[in-house]
């Protein structure tokens, strides 16, 4: 089964259980078009990408943990895009989930997600408790705590924003999840993993933001000088178009060194230089190459 | 230990994980205004009852699904709360978080503490992993799933609600978690329990309507006439205010006929009975005695 195929069809069976009969409607219907049509999957890819080059001993605890990561970044997506944060009317294309369906249901729906990403780990625990108990963790510290996606978001709320621990929580930490959670469902160590995922998570930011500035809402997918109209730090911004490019480019070479020996290290490494490339503008992307 | 304290001391333990060195300021200070100081604490204090009652055998278990349910019971009254919402302003008579500290902060801790909410089982995996895989399960099932608390919150961006529905999603759900999460970490089937926890539910649902009709803002400490502004079904108003007593006087006499065998079934009927008090304004328990 290819990996688009494991990560479609877990997140389908996930949200068949939070939209089963008995559901209100609109709810039922926001949840669809919070998870589908996705974007690129970006984290669960990784998650998969580093479970497979684990062995992947156990692919059914690896879909759960991709599936996890991808309900909790559409929870955050569309919370995200309220109108009492972003207040973005469109996301891959299409209107935002509160646009489509409202800001109560948008909130309800973000809701249910992060419930969905804890479910999914429901038919594991009977054969392998100590691996979806860490599991579980994994998703927790990267969302909640004082330094996951929620703290991130936080951030936007005070007057001085860290640049770096603003990063870290509100993407670093996912990306860092997501090669994590694909080691530990491997049966792997997960810890000497989280370097891979932060340098990955650091590079799509800047990637991010660079798109931010460059690019137009269509293209996009979604608004772009959300930072600037916002009053939110950019790294493109800070550093010059050229100078994040490079770090860019600086920032991938580090995550490809850094990734652990493991059976399938080669494959993964040329995984991560090809993956990263969507990030960016095609104009850029070679320059980033 | 006394309930109070296991619950207090619980719930401190989870938001000190939570807001700990790194954590965003005015996310932390939202977290603390959502969970403390508390109300009656009515669920956790069920769940501990129930636990009691059966031996409560893993009392440490125990405490973390109390406070699980109390996290997760916080969590929907804050965005329950928002302006997009009810719109309250007022919360165990003060402001409410978003009033407090901003729609986008009361969108971040709610969802912190759903986090939250399932972070406190990690350190029991260990030990007893079947058992606090149950319990979450439990959890999720009471607010996700097509029937959980954020489907009852749903059903009022629905054209027609069907009020049973509606009343066992929103309130109905959270009880029976707490009476199935006391007997499972007791170690105890769960399931035999679930009629206490409906029964009471329903009976507190009729009883927040009555206070919703006959109450004054400052004595229910938040706004009253809710149901009637926001065109959301009461069921004082359907039966009238002796039949709406009347129904809760029978649903409290079949919660307490439900309770199952177990060592403290006694103390544990006593409890329920004099628990149910304070759901009432005072000269309406009286009737409802």
């Not at 690129?40 to 001993?57: K, M, Q």
């Not at 670093?172 to 370097?195: D, I, K, V, Y």
Request: with cysteine.
């Amino acid at each position: 089964m290819n990996t688009s195929h494991r990560i479609e069809s877990t997140l389908e069976a996930a949200l068949a259980i939070s939209t089963a009969a008995g559901c209100p409607a609109k709810l039922a219907a926001a949840l669809q078009h919070a998870v589908f049509p996705g974007g690129a999957r970006v984290r669960p890819r990784l998650c998969l990408a580093v479970a497979v080059a684990c062995g992947d001993e156990h692919p059914e605890i690896a879909d759960a943990a991709a599936a996890s990561i991808e309900l909790l970044h559409c929870a955050s997506l569309v919370h995200d895009d309220l109108p009492c944060f972003d207040n973005a009317d469109l996301r891959r294309g299409r209107p935002s989930v509160h646009k489509a369906f409202g800001s109560p249901l948008a909130v309800l729906a973000g809701d249910a997600l992060i419930i969905s990403a804890f479910q999914v780990f429901a038919p594991h625990f009977a054969a392998t408790p100590t691996q979806t108990a860490s599991l579980l963790s994994i998703m927790c510290a990267a969302v909640g705590g004082p330094r996951g996606v929620i703290a991130g978001q936080a951030w936007e709320c005070e007057e001085q924003i860290p640049l770096n621990d603003y990063h870290r929580a509100k993407t670093g930490s996912l990306f860092a999840a997501a090669t994590l959670a694909g080691a530990q469902a491997a049966g792997q160590a997960p810890e000497p993993w989280r370097l891979l995922g932060e340098r990955l998570g650091e590079a799509y930011q800047i990637a991010d933001d660079i798109c931010d500035i460059v690019s137009d809402a269509r293209e996009l997918g979604k608004p772009c000088h959300q930072d600037s109209d916002l009053g939110r730090p950019n790294a493109a911004d800070a550093l010059g178009l050229q100078g994040a490019v490079s770090r860019l480019k600086q920032l991938l070479g580090e995550a490809v060194e850094s990734v652990p020996l493991c059976p399938g290290r080669t494959e993964l490494q040329a995984h991560i230089a090809t993956s990263a490339r969507p990030y960016l503008p095609k104009e850029l992307a070679r320059l980033a190459a």
